[in-house]
């Protein structure tokens, strides 16, 4: 499936990928509850910023054994190094209910967030398919989309100091209330 924006929602264990903010079309989605769930940096290929993948495997309990699924990996990309992290705790923490709802966005901020990551994924796809890797770097996400980026070191470094870290929990924080947030997917 080639790369696409969709928005994304935790909700009573699955991930889903939506076509709009008013979730009217699900594009696929992603099952948590009851899997094994690994959430890992990942440098893209394409070299699409902010990236990172989601594992789950299914656990399959048989008289006292357990056997895992085949692993179902999906990539996901956020708008900067921040969103990142924060889909990436949300996603490995999804169990203890942490998701930080943030203020309401109008349809036209979603409409310009879409915007600006359809405009990213179209610069590194005419980047990847015009120039020969060699020849000229690709364009920075920085230069891009006006983010200053940390190196990939620090950036990993980053994902897993939030993967470990304590999981902030708000009394009134719950999936079901959570809106859906524009991300790009692979």
């Known amino acids: 499936m080639p790369s696409q924006v969709c928005f994304c929602r935790l909700d009573h264990g699955y991930l889903r990928f939506y076509t709009s903010a008013d979730m009217a079309c699900l594009v696929s989605e992603l099952r948590l509850s ?26 399959l309990v048989k008289d006292r054994t357990y056997a895992l699924s085949p692993k179902t990996v999906v ?23 942490y998701f930080k709802d943030e203020e309401s966005k109008t349809a036209l901020d979603h409409e310009r967030e879409r915007e600006r990551l359809e405009e990213a994924l179209l610069v590194f796809r005419k980047v990847a398919t015009d120039t020969p890797r060699a020849a000229v770097p690709p364009p920075t996400p920085s230069s891009i989309l006006g983010i200053r980026l ?25 999936f079901n209330t959570a809106q859906p947030h524009p991300v790009a997917t692979a």
């Not at 950036?155 to 009134?172: K, N």
């Open 34 to 59: 009851g899997c094994k769930v690994d959430v890992k940096p990942h440098k893209r290929v394409d070299n699409i910023p902010f990236s990172f993948t989601v594992e789950s495997q299914r656990v």
């Open 75 to 97: 990539e996901v990309s956020g708008l900067g190094p921040s969103v990142r992290s924060e889909w990436a705790r949300a996603i490995s923490t999804w169990q203890r209910h």
């Open 150 to 174: 940390p190196s990939l070191r620090k950036s990993i470094i980053g994902v897993l100091e939030v993967l470990t870290s304590r999981a902030r929990v708000s009394e009134s924080t719950t």
